[in-house]
Nanobody, 127 residues
Framework: QVQLVESGGGLVQAGGSLRLSCAAS????????MGWFRQAPGKEREFVAA????????YSADSVKGRFTISRDNAKNTVYLQMNSLEPGDTAVYYC????????????????????WGQGTQVTVSS
């Protein structure tokens, strides 16, 4: 069983930066692949980025590639999403998720692939 808690969201101006954190419970965290998703008002939840259990492999959605970076620190049981050059279109609730299956990171773009989810943290980017 894995419990996830996101933090670090807030209100920023366009062009600014935020770093989201996702704290995980349980000693199995180091062997669990992780992902970030986001959901804007009136829209479906969409994939943002994923990272392997080792942290050596990452994959990001085209919409955030070059601006967002996913990373993890297994010693701290935490996964991060560094968001730079934020745009108003990035405004959404951001969710952290865990995937117990071993699959290529580039295929981890579907909500149904993930087994555990956090409660979400709001990110608002003003013009």
């Amino acid at each position: 069983q894995v419990q996830l808690v996101e933090s670090g969201g807030g209100l920023v101006q366009a062009g600014g930066s935020l770093r989201l954190s996702c704290a995980a419970s349980g000693r199995t965290f180091s062997r669990v692949a992780m992902g970030w998703f986001r959901q804007a008002p009136g829209k479906e939840r969409e994939f943002v980025a994923a990272i392997s259990w080792s942290g050596l492999t990452t994959y990001s959605a085209d919409s955030v590639k070059g601006r967002f970076t996913i990373s993890r620190d297994n010693a701290k049981n935490t996964v991060y999403l560094q968001m730079n050059s934020l745009e108003p279109g990035d405004t959404a609730v951001y969710y952290c998720a865990a995937d117990l299956a071993r699959r290529p990171i580039a295929t981890m773009v579907r909500i149904g692939d993930y087994d555990y989810w956090g409660q979400g943290t709001q990110v608002t980017v003003s013009s």
